[in-house]
T-cell receptor, first 115, second 113 residues
Framework: DTAVSQTPKYLVTQMGNDKSIKCEQN?????MYWYKQDSKKFLKIMFS???????INETVPNRFSPKSPDKAHLNLHINSLELGDSAVYFC??????????????FGPGTRLTVL | AQSVTQLGSHVSVSEGALVLLRCNYS??????LFWYVQYPNQGLQLLLK??????LVKGINGFEAEFKKSETSFHLTKPSAHMRDAAEYFC???????????FGTGTRLQVFP
């Protein structure tokens, strides 16, 4: 009955590789997000999709490409991985985009380590 | 633009003591404010939120927060700390008319027996 799930939980890879992280929510929400949490625990939004449409694209290298095949899924593909990409990536969802007071539900996170 | 500042990156208390985690906000419009908790190796979970209905907001696990417009604050409190409260706590505000969360830098709460 997991609300927001992510796979894999851990990802260890070499510099220069390409990897993907998958996210699924079963809450029926319209909006999904990707966050990056660095080693100092600082959380920053990367992308947001509302009904499969990109609505937030923060200053993120274009090596990062989100894809939303349907409103229940938001995947993150990363090309040419760099050491600085090592972080915990969280997926989240909320009911809708425009209210401002909706709770966001977070997945368990994917710890990416680039060697 | 909206932002939040959390004072104190680390707070340590004894079990049974009062917990006070500080958050100040900056916003040109009435804000929506949130406290999220992150237990070790887990995702974030909503503790409580302020949506302008009542200034004293009660959340899960015995936590509450008071919105004080005059002080631009939204501090989180709990009368008596438990060992299980040890976690990272994040204050956040949403960007006006969106659900985009802007997080503070977090406060790590340690609880000693």
């Amino acid at each position: 009955d997991t609300a927001v799930s992510q796979t894999p939980k851990y990802l260890v890879t070499q510099m220069g590789n390409d990897k993907s992280i998958k996210c699924e929510q079963n809450l029926g929400h319209d909006t999904m997000y990707w966050y990056k949490q660095d080693s100092k625990k600082f959380l920053k939004i990367m992308f947001s999709y509302n009904n499969k449409e990109l609505i937030i694209n923060e200053t993120v290298p274009n090596r990062f490409s989100p894809k939303s095949p349907d409103k229940a899924h938001l995947n993150l593909h990363i090309n040419s991985l760099e050491l600085g990409d090592s972080a915990v990536y969280f997926c989240a969802s909320s009911q809708e985009w425009t209210r401002g007071y909706n709770e966001q539900f977070f997945g368990p996170g994917t710890r990416l380590t680039v060697l | 633009a909206q932002s939040v500042t959390q004072l104190g990156s680390h707070v340590s208390v004894s079990e049974g003591a009062l917990v006070l985690l500080r958050c100040n906000y900056s916003s040109s419009v009435p804000p929506y404010l949130f406290w999220y908790v992150q237990y070790p190796n887990q995702g974030l979970q909503l503790l409580l939120k302020y949506t302008s209905a009542a200034t004293l907001v009660k959340g899960i696990n015995g936590f509450e927060a008071e919105f004080k417009k005059s002080e631009t604050s939204f501090h989180l409190t709990k009368p008596s700390a438990h060992m299980r409260d040890a976690a990272e706590y994040f204050c956040a505000v949403t960007l006006y008319n969106t659900d985009k969360l802007i997080f503070g830098t977090g406060t790590r709460l340690q609880v000693f027996p």
